[in-house]
């Protein structure tokens, strides 16, 4: 196992984990979420109805970007894993965003509903 790159402080050098850090904390901040009875992981097909197509767009848009050199990915803040020109952590920013997108928007449509049924509840027995 290779020791993680240092650096000039002798520490470990986490900045090329920080884009990988921030997309497994933004899973791991809206997964409970799910617990609202929102169903969006219950629901794969839907699911990935909902996120490949703007994926594919937001793909192609970085692969024309980076080829006519808009823009490329600092190495210091990535892994250094890469499919074809995408380093992973992009690739999953296209798949994660959107994933918590959905899980947010599912939980408060869940959590607004049953206020609502609640409240007219409330005012049927006024």
Known sequence: M???PVSGTGRPDIDKYQYLLLMLGCLAITAPLEAFGSGVYRQPRRTAAAIIPVAVVFVVWDL???LAEVWDYNPRYITGLH????PI???MFFI???LCALLTF???STILGF???H????EVNR
Do not use: N
Not at 83 to 86: A, E, P, R, S
Not at 119 to 122: E, F, N, W
């Open 115 to 117: 206020l609502a049924k």
């Open 96 to 98: 994660v965003i959107p």
């Open 83 to 86: 499919i074809w020109v995408f």
């Open 2 to 4: 290779r020791s993680p």
């Open 106 to 108: 599912s939980a408060v």
């Open 64 to 66: 024309l970007a980076v």
């Open 89 to 91: 952590e992009e690739l």
């Open 119 to 122: 409240r007219s509840r409330r």
